[in-house]
């Protein structure tokens, strides 16, 4: 299996158990010209952790072991955060907390 990177999309109470939900990253460069919904370009990739510039596509979730995860590569910046909740939102249908 080649590993891939991912960002967690899933909550740390959710990582307490054997699996962590995550959200696959590609630095494809159609991707980061052509948008699809939940795709979210990490602006400041650079502090964030890839090689490349790259895009989170929350509307592709693996649900993998945690055992499965050995490498952090870095966090995402509030406001890449702040874009990835609101992918993640329209992905599954939910509605705007507030």
């Known amino acids: 299996m080649k590993r891939r ?7 740390a109470e959710y990582n307490g158990g054997p699996d962590v939900i995550v959200a696959m990253v590609t630095s494809n460069q159609t991707r980061l010209q052509r948008q699809e919904i939940g795709d ?16 989170v596509r929350a ?8 055992r499965l995860l050995p490498l952090l590569l870095g966090q995402l910046s509030p406001l890449d955060l702040a874009e990835l909740d609101q992918a ?9 907390p507030g």
Do not use: F, N, Q
């Not at 993640?88 to 705007?96: I, R």
């Open 40 to 55: 979210v370009v990490i602006r400041d990739w650079e502090i964030a952790g890839p090689r490349l510039p790259s895009v």
């Open 88 to 96: 993640l939102l329209a992905v599954l249908g939910l509605a705007v």
């Open 59 to 66: 509307g592709r979730p693996l649900v993998p072991e945690g």
């Open 5 to 11: 990177p991912a960002c967690v999309v899933s909550s």
